[in-house]
């Protein structure tokens, strides 16, 4: 658990994906008491910039181009076994959390955003709770959440092409209307498509769909 000293909290990330790490900073920014210090690409810029010692906290994809978080992560606990680590990969893999969990004070998780601000709250930088009551809690849903996600899969493969359009259309931060005149539908019938998008895949909201996007990967279809 990170206790601070200071009155912010600096983050360094490490992400190859522009659109994600886009997600993950502006969430981090909407916390007046949070900084990025470090914006990386890959594990080898991270690495070649800790000589500034500067971080609290790292944020790190798994796996990324030229030097791995994995190898990263390695790296920066030969000299630093205290500064927490969050990192994730596109899906929860069991051999991976097995190999992470004998990294000390080090994070693992599915790369989504929500998920992510929540170990950091609840786990990292909060007094009151700590990982491993997370995994305990993690693991007496796994059946719950193993049939969501399950669901969410096979709802996400029967996405038609009209779908995925206005779910990038959302991300790319057009009002409904705008998405209507650009598709030649009404705007009631957008309104439509995207409540039920949002129920087919269990999210709350317009926002949740942009981050659906780029978790997914959709932005980069050739829809």
């Known amino acids: ?7 912010a909290t ?8 522009f659109y994600f790490k886009q997600f993950l900073v502006k969430m981090l920014l909407e916390n007046p008491l949070f900084s990025i210090v470090n914006d990386c690409n890959n594990g080898n810029e991270l690495i070649n910039r800790l000589y500034r010692k500067q971080e609290d906290v790292f944020i790190i994809n798994l796996f990324m181009p030229i030097l791995s978080g ?13 500064i927490p680590i969050l990192t994730y990969s596109a899906t929860y893999q069991d051999d991976i959390a097995a190999t992470i969990s004998e990294i000390p004070n080090t994070y693992y998780c599915q790369k989504n955003s929500i998920v992510i601000k929540d170990i950091l709250r609840n786990c990292i930088l909060s007094r009151n709770s700590n990982y491993e009551d997370y995994k305990r809690e993690w693991a007496m849903q796994e059946e719950v959440v193993k049939n969501y996600m399950d669901r969410q899969k096979k709802e996400q493969e029967e996405l038609n092409v009209t779908e995925i359009h206005i779910i990038k259309l959302c991300y ?10 650009r598709i030649n539908l009404s705007t009631r019938t957008i309104d439509t498509y995207i ?15 942009a981050r659906f996007c780029v978790e997914n990967g959709y932005y980069n279809s050739s829809i």
Do not use: V
Request: charged letters at 35%; proline letters at 0%; glycine letters at 6%.
């Open 195 to 209: 409540t039920r998008l949002t129920d087919k895949l269990g999210l709350k909201s317009k926002l949740d769909l």
């Open 1 to 7: 658990m990170y206790n601070s000293t200071t009155k």
């Open 70 to 82: 994995i190898e990263a992560i390695k790296y920066i606990r030969q000299t630093n076994k205290e």
């Open 10 to 17: 600096r983050f360094s990330i490490a992400e190859n994906d």
């Open 172 to 181: 790319e931060g057009f009002s409904n209307k705008e998405i209507g005149d």
